[in-house]
């Protein structure tokens, strides 16, 4: 796809949000107004992923986020994965990364997919 121009995503924008009402999951695919639907929103998509790129979150942050989500302390999960909760600390700030074997325990534990603690 061709470089989008600002004027094209905000065109392409604003088909997406009049079309949306209009197409719901009982309409063919081929029909006219889900077929333009796919292609602004495609439009979206291409010009949002080139301007407004999302970071993959940090190994701290997902640590932070997961906790958060699952209401446990640091302390807990320290004592869940069998080391000090200051290592858990480390791992939050930043000042060091997990090895190997406590990334997965984190991953098990925490519910993160091992892709994103590997952020690939």
């Known amino acids: ?5 600002k004027e094209k995503y905000e065109f392409a924008l604003m088909r997406v949000e ?7 999951d009982n309409m063919p695919a081929n029909d006219k107004n889900a077929v333009e639907l796919s ?8 010009y949002e992923n080139e301007h407004y790129p999302i970071e993959k ?10 906790l958060e989500e699952k209401r446990m302390t640091q ?6 994965i069998g080391i000090s909760p200051s290592r858990i600390n480390d791992y939050i700030s930043g000042r060091s990364e997990p ?11 925490l519910d993160i997919s091992p892709s994103a603690m590997l952020r690939l």
Not at 75 to 80: P, R, V
Not at 99 to 109: D, F, P, Q, T, V
Request: aromatic residues 0%.
């Open 99 to 109: 090895s190997l074997k406590n990334a997965g325990l984190l991953c098990r534990i």
């Open 57 to 66: 979150p940090t190994i701290s942050e997902l640590i932070e986020l997961s």
């Open 1 to 5: 796809m061709d470089s989008i121009t």
């Open 39 to 46: 292609l602004m929103s495609d439009i979206v998509i291409a």
């Open 18 to 24: 009049k079309l949306l009402p209009i197409v719901d």
């Open 75 to 80: 302390k807990q999960l320290a004592h869940e």
